[in-house]
């Protein structure tokens, strides 16, 4: 594999999957052999004006894409022929249903945080466990908020600094591509259980976190917000807080006192970036609240739902593969063809 390309599919071509497709284009050691889907209309239309071989997940899809004048190079059974790796990225439980249909094609699979820890039994954030991922024949990469938990955490952990984290994640209400016809409107709704599952799913990455988050939907699409109370293991400043998450990758500052007060300034500033849809792949950290109090610590993030765990996926296909053993030069590497920044300061 060293001197070949990884050759990469996806299932499931809508919020994730088009933006999975899109980056491992941006890769020089990945080649995107297709994606496949389920529906005809503009979303997989924007598939095939953008070159990509467009395959029906189903042989009834096939019948109606065909119907509906998209060019279809085959069935799923097809892709996963053809390929290394497939990216699934439909929904829940229509995935975890194509696992044994990968297995059996003798394919690496990797799924989404909507499918269980226990579909895989392998969860991945790569600056975490990449190494653990080497080889495996599937991997899930955690959801959005998971994945900024398991960055934020693991960063003060590997610090020395963090004891005990508590979270409440205001949640956005739906995607925005969805908004006609779901979300909730003029409200707030508070989780009914208590730890949300986003602290116990940061537990299948690194198990020893002294984790607990209380999760809210708020009526809004312009992704997730995080306000964190961290106890520390001892006094600590400011700046080496701040030394600590700048150590680890994926995670970029932003300050209020540049104007970026809220969650729709920072989307508002990376589509001005010219960003991929406006795309923000690290999470968002506001450097200028951020508050230590002898040992303990304060702080608010803004998780990208739609992008986040997109650098993290092309990780897991290196992995998987094996085409690359040292997590952070994999990091590297997506980072450097994405366009991730430390910071956001102009
Ligand atoms: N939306 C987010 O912000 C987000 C963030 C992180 C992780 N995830 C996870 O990513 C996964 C996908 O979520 P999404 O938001 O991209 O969903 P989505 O609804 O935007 O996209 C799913 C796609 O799968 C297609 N599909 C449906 N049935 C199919 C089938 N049988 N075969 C093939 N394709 C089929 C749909 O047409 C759609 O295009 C889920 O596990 C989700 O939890 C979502």
């Known amino acids: ?18 933006r999975i497709a899109d980056a491992v284009v941006a890769q020089d050691d990945m080649e995107l052999v297709g994606v496949a889907d389920v529906v005809n209309d503009w979303r997989v239309r924007v598939a095939v004006a953008k070159g990509y071989p467009v395959f029906a997940s189903t042989r009834e899809a096939a019948d109606s894409m065909r119907a509906a ?31 044994e249909k990968y297995r059996a094609a003798g394919i690496k699979s990797i799924f989404q945080g909507g499918e269980k820890h226990s579909l895989t039994g392998h969860s991945f954030v790569a600056q975490a466990n990449y190494a653990t991922a080497i080889g495996r024949d599937t991997t899930r990469v955690v959801s959005c908020n998971t994945t900024s938990i398991v960055r934020t955490l693991g960063a003060l952990k590997d610090a020395g ?53 209380i999760a809210v939907v708020a009526a809004h699409t312009t992704s997730h917000l995080h306000a964190w109370s961290v106890e520390l293991t001892r006094p600590a400043t400011k700046e080496e807080v701040l030394a600590a998450f700048h150590e680890a990758p ?97």
């Open 250 to 346: 994926r995670i970029a500052f932003l300050r209020a006192t540049d104007g970026v007060v809220a969650l729709n300034s920072t989307l508002e500033m990376m589509a001005d970036l010219g960003r991929p849809r406006g795309d923000m792949w690290e999470v968002g950290l506001w450097e200028d609240s951020l508050t230590v109090k002898g040992n303990e610590l304060f702080y608010n993030y803004q998780v990208y739902n739609q992008a986040i765990v997109i650098p993290e996926t092309i990780d897991a296909i290196r992995a998987l593969i094996g085409i690359e053993k040292e997590a952070m030069a994999s990091i590297a590497k997506t980072d450097q063809a994405l366009g991730l920044v430390r910071r956001f300061t102009l």
């Open 161 to 213: 600094l963090l004891k005990k984290a508590r979270g409440v994640l205001i949640r956005r209400a739906t995607d925005p591509w969805e908004s006609d016809h779901t979300g909730v409107m003029n409200t707030v709704v508070p989780e009914t259980v208590i730890p949300s599952h986003q602290g116990p799913d940061a537990q299948t990455v690194i198990p020893d976190l002294d984790v607990v988050t």
């Open 69 to 99: 004048g998209i060019s279809v190079a085959g069935i799923l059974d097809d892709v996963i022929q053809q390929v290394d790796v497939v990216c699934d990225a439909t929904p829940k439980k229509v995935a975890a249903a194509n696992l």
């Open 1 to 18: 594999m060293s001197h070949q390309k990884a050759r990469v599919a996806v299932n499931g071509y809508g919020v994730i999957g088009k």
